[in-house]
Every structure is written in C-alpha cells, then in structure tokens.
C-alpha cells in the first residue's frame, strides 16, 4: 500500500513526538512492503509565526489532497496567559476539523498492567479496563455562535446539535460496539439541557437498529465519578464535543500518563491521528516528552487503513518498551531513557522482533547500547 500522509507537527514537543511517530510508520513499511510518503506543513502557534494565520491556506490544501494526517501537537503559553487575543494557535486545529469534515474523535483508554503502579487508581479497581471514547468533533459549543460584549462583561457560547450529527456518531459507537462487548454508554445532561435530550432522543432510537448491543445513559456528572472509581463497567462511551473532551483527559489517569493517549479523528473522506497530551512548552528539545501516545496513533492509523497486523505490530511493540522500562520519565522517574531513544527502540523492535535493540543488562541500568 502506498499512503501519502500530512505532517503536521505544531507546536512545543510536537516536532519531537511526531518525528519517533515516524520512526515506527518507516520500520512498517520496510517489513511489511508499503510506502508512506511524509509531507510537512505548519499549523497552530507557528504557522501564526510563519505565516500569520494558524491554518495556512497551504496546509488546509494539502490535508485535502493527502491519504491522511499524522498530528503534533498545538498551543503556546503567550496565547494561553492573553485572552485578550483574537488569532489563537487552536483555532487553527477547529478549523481543520470543520473543513475536512472530522465528526468522530476516538480515544482508546487502556490499563497496561506493567504501569498500574503509575496511575494514582488503585490497581484492583483499573485490572481489565479496556473502552473507547467516541466523542462528537463538529458541532456543540465548541463550534456554537459566540458573543462579548464591547465591555467584556458578558460572553456567550451557544451549543447546537441536529439530529443528523448526533446519528452519524451514534452509528459509529454501536457498529464497534458490536465487535467488542456490545455496550454503549451515553453520557449527556438531559435533566438539564435540551441538547442533550435531543442526543437522548436519537441515540435511544437508533439503540432499537443494534438489538444485540446494550444501551446504558449516564448523567456527565456521575460518568465522571464512575470512571475513577470503576472504569470497568466502559466498552463504548459515547457523547458530545464538550463532555467527550473533558472526560478522555479525565481518562487518561488510567493509564497512568497522558503521554499514552491516542486518539483518531474521523470524517467520511479525511482522517486525523494525533496524540492528547498537547503542547507541553516546558519539555520542548529536552528529550523528556513521551512519545508513545503519537507512535500509537499510527497504529490507529494503520487500522484505519485496513492494516490490521501492522496496526498489532506496532501496539506489540510498544508493550515490549513498557515491559523493558525503556520508557520516559513520566512513566519511570528515574529512567535514563529520553524521546528519541524509546522511539528508536520500538521502531527496532518493529523492525526485528527478537533482536533487542538495548543489550538486556544495558535496558536493566538505563544505559542504551545499539547491537
């Protein structure tokens, strides 16, 4: 397969993380015979610096004519500390999203048993969590009319939903369901908003097309509590832009590291593959930033694609890192191993399997050795 992919690796320790995330995308297709095809554009915090807008008309043309988009990560502290600015770097990412159509944002969460002594949940109650957070990308209050007025005294943000961005999700959620554990939980605030009655409303009827999968709702306030306290009792957890954003962050202390989370956005004709950790400005060129979360966004990638053993290949050998402890310092705080260590590490392993690329005794005291 020939797959010509966007790189666009933004801002802070999105260069770093994109670069091992091509690492490993390089060593699947040297064993596996494809061809990917990388091509770079700006986006976020240094496209406004290069160019003075935070999706260059460039960029957006060439996510348009690409097979798929590998994505860094976007954001600046300047912007953060002035909210006083108009031109901001995510604006750049929420317009990439609406243009190309990327309605779905998937988020696996996962407790690997090796880092349960990471995460501050306590192991017996993280052993056998394995969901998916399927959020809405396009529409509700992210995307909503906003309002100030001249005084910045009052500010709105209208959420809106139709039914049809509801369903084409809702389709989404209940077809994976059906090839995991057959459940989906609907997380909404239908005691209070009338949006989420309408997402109510529409999911419970499409629930009648999936006879076979279990629909469960749950109000955001009590989703949030019980994914600390029995994350468990998720296989698919379905809902809106806003409570999907919060609740994956939220999720991602299951892992024990942000730095683990991947997620891929969706749309009919165009996909996106990023990690969720964002910009993290204070770990920029120190080789400290966790770079799994990105390389696991190219197996999402690779199965998108259909390239379901490469897709196995790469998750395999990210396992074998967490179990070498050739991880970064958020995982193991006082590994010897940075960014570009443990990328090259996993694209060896995917490369030749059995052949380690750190000497056993060498991975054991944080020293790497190529052999």
Known sequence: ?????????????????????????YAIGVVYNHEFIFEDAYIGAIAIEKTGKPLPDQTLNLCRNTDSI????????????????????EQGLLKLRKELGLYANIRPIKAYPKLMGSSPIKKEVLQGTDFVVYRELNGGMYFGEKKTNEAGTYASDLCEYNEDE??????LAFKAAQSRRKKVTLVDKANVLETSRLWRRVVSEIAKEYP???????????????????????????????????????????????????????????????????????AKDKNIANPIASILS????????GLTQEAKKVIGAVEKAILSNVVTVDLKVDSQFGTNEVGDFIANYILNEGDDY????????????IV
Do not use: W
């Not at 509801?166 to 389709?171: C, D, E, P, Q, V």
């Not at 750190?358 to 050795?369: A, H």
């Open 1 to 25: 397969m020939n797959l010509k992919i966007a790189i666009l690796s933004g801002d802070g320790i999105g260069p770093e993380v994109t670069l091992q995330a091509k690492k490993a995308l």
């Open 70 to 89: 590998l994505f860094g990560a976007i954001g600046d502290p300047k912007y953060d500390n002035d909210p006083s600015a108009k031109v901001r770097p």
């Open 166 to 171: 509801i369903a084409k999700i809702a389709h």
């Open 212 to 282: 076979e999968v279990t629909l469960e709702c749950l109000y955001v306030d009590n989703a949030a509590m019980q994914i600390i306290v029995n994350p468990r009792q998720f296989d698919i957890l379905l809902t809106d832009n806003l409570f999907g954003d919060i609740l994956s962050d939220e999720a991602s202390v299951i892992s024990g590291s942000i730095g683990l989370m991947s997620s891929a956005s969706i749309g009919d004709t165009h996909s996106l593959f990023e990690p969720i950790h964002g910009c993290y400005t204070e």
């Open 298 to 305: 190219v197996a999402l990638l690779l199965e998108h694609f």
């Open 358 to 369: 750190f000497k056993k005794d060498f991975v054991q005291i944080g020293q790497s050795t």
